[in-house]
């Protein structure tokens, strides 16, 4: 069964402190991996999507890694507009059913 | 772009009641469309997959006759929750997704608040 596993569950950062999230993964036959803004009360928003290992993508103060067992989010000098739950999803392939697994997220929260 | 509405954002109703929800994409053909819901601090749990023009496919342990799906054109799908009772209460959220595979990104709705009272 495709499992994703976000950490930290929270973090809090001070405005300007770069971090980095994580999400492991693991899954058969990796057909993608996407990345996923949240805020409160509202359904989430497309950031990036992952093909291959050692595929990165950037947008603004935020980057996607992608290695063969995980995945990383750097925020670079973050502001409070960034704070946000942040989901990782996998796409597999198992059986010829193909299915996206999501994980439970990481909830950031920036203080300015 | 690629945007996805959702109505009604909350709804408020008597135990019993059918709920219809609706999910449109705005700016693009959705050749799949999913419907999830969410519990506090839980990952997004998906229901169902529909494609336009053919039946859902539902998830283990979701009752399909509880909650009817249709998805008559590439730009809509629906959501019914029939005699809705008070552990149906829950965010539902749709995604749509152009071509449907799991290496497309799915992009969603911002989703109803079901309370049954």
């Known amino acids: 069964e495709d499992q994703v596993t976000q950490s930290p569950e929270a973090l809090r950062l001070q405005e300007g402190e770069s971090s980095s999230l994580n999400c492991s993964y693991t899954?058969?036959?990796?057909?993608?991996l996407f990345w996923y803004r949240q805020d409160p009360g509202k359904g989430p928003e497309f950031l990036f999507t992952?093909?291959?290992a050692g595929e990165e993508k950037e947008k603004e103060r935020l980057k996607a890694t992608l290695t063969k067992k995980e995945s990383f989010l750097h925020i670079t000098a973050p502001k409070p507009e960034d704070s946000a739950t942040y989901l990782c999803?996998?796409?597999?392939?198992?059986?010829?059913?193909?299915?996206?697994?999501f994980g439970t997220g990481t909830k950031l929260q920036v203080i300015p | 772009g690629a945007v996805v509405s959702q109505h009604p954002s909350w709804v408020i109703c008597k135990s019993g009641t059918s709920v219809k929800i609706e999910c449109r994409s705005l700016d693009f053909q959705a050749t799949t469309m999913f419907w999830y819901r969410q519990f506090p601090k839980q990952s997004l749990m998906l229901m169902a997959t529909?494609?336009?023009?053919?039946?859902?496919?539902?998830e283990q342990g979701v009752e399909k006759d509880k909650f009817l799906i249709n998805h008559a054109s590439l730009t809509l799908s629906t959501l019914t929750v029939t005699s809705a009772h008070p552990e149906d209460s829950s965010f539902y959220i749709c995604?749509?997704?152009?071509?449907?595979?799991?290496?497309?990104?799915?992009?969603f709705g911002d989703g109803t608040r079901l309370s049954i009272l």
């Open positions: 529909s494609n336009e023009g053919s039946k859902a496919t539902y």
């Open positions: 899954v058969s036959g990796l057909r993608g």
């Open positions: 992952l093909y291959s």
């Open positions: 999803a996998v796409g597999g392939l198992s059986g010829g059913y193909q299915k996206v697994t």
């Open positions: 995604s749509a997704s152009r071509q449907g595979g799991s290496n497309q990104p799915q992009h």
